[in-house]
């Protein structure tokens, strides 16, 4: 790839959010001269946060195989593979897409684990008690509260400060998502969340953790290389200290933008 390609970016948001999450680094790579493509899930679509929490009631029921699909749809209609970029849930769903051997390279910010990895932190499950805590609403939209977005989203503003985000980008979970993907939900002898971590043609693939992230902690993203290195294809790590969640959004992100969009420039390509 010649220094002077400008790939497209399709940037993949996670549970909870809306494309509207990537406004700072999709405003940033545009700028840098990149077509970026952020999508809704399937009940998202293009509406705004307050729309989607007006009206929650089309992501009910969304699979993760839906969301996912829905991806590779857009992805496969573009002049040229892109690269993809998710965050959280969206981390989740970038690894299942380079498993289906899209995309010249993958960036997965604080992502969810696939299948397969049983490193699930207290915080993690802390998080997504919204969900859990009614296992016959699997098929539902739970709203988050603002207090609990606090913990999930905002743990390094003041409550006041966390609320006016809450306002501005949180809306109700994709309850079957959280369960088919935290919880690995099996589908034959696979959880629906499986990937192959020693594909030997995976686009590279960079994992970015935050270091007070109470949603996907690092002990995620490290159990997860752990086995992604078995594997002959190009994953790596980095992970920012003092950095939650909002690894996208949190004050400084520019720095967290700029590494992965050049990691992934300099690797594009290099499967396998």
């Known amino acids: 790839m010649s220094a002077s390609t400008k790939p497209p970016i399709v940037l993949v948001h996670g549970l909870w ?5 990537w406004d700072t680094w999709a405003g940033r790579f545009r700028d840098l001269g990149h077509e970026v493509i952020t999508p809704g899930w399937p009940g998202i679509d293009n509406r705004t ?4 929490r007006a009206d929650p009631k089309p992501l009910e029921g ?13 992805i496969r209609a573009l002049p040229e593979r892109p690269i ?30 696939p299948a397969g990895i049983l490193t699930l932190p207290f915080s993690t499950l802390r998080t997504g008690l919204p969900v859990l805590s009614n296992p016959l609403r699997i098929n539902g939209a739970s709203p988050l509260s603002k207090g609990h977005f606090h913990y999930t989203f905002g743990n390094d503003l003041s409550r006041a400060d966390s609320d006016r985000e809450w306002e501005a980008s949180a809306v109700n979970s994709v ?8 919880l690995s939900l099996p589908r034959g002898k696979a959880g629906i969340s499986a990937v192959d971590f020693l594909k030997p043609d995976r686009a590279p693939l960079l994992l970015i953790s935050g270091e007070i992230d ?7 993203q490290k159990a997860m290389l752990a086995k992604y ?14 950095r939650t969640h909002r690894l996208v959004s949190q004050d400084g992100w520019e720095e967290i933008a700029d590494y992965a969009l050049d990691w992934a420039l300099r690797h594009a390509g290099q499967a396998g």
């Open 17 to 21: 959010m809306t494309p509207s999450s």
């Open 49 to 52: 946060p307050a729309e989607v």
């Open 62 to 74: 969304v699979g993760l195989v839906e969301v996912v699909d829905s991806y590779d749809e857009v």
């Open 84 to 113: 993809i970029m998710g965050h959280s849930f969206g981390g989740l769903i970038t690894q299942m897409l380079l498993d289906r051997g899209l995309g010249i390279a993958g960036v997965a910010v604080a992502p969810a684990q």
């Open 175 to 182: 309850n079957r998502v959280f369960f088919e993907g935290v």
């Open 214 to 220: 109470h949603v996907a902690p690092p002990a995620i």
């Open 229 to 242: 290195s078995k594997g002959p294809s190009v994953v790596e790590r980095v992970e920012y200290p003092g």
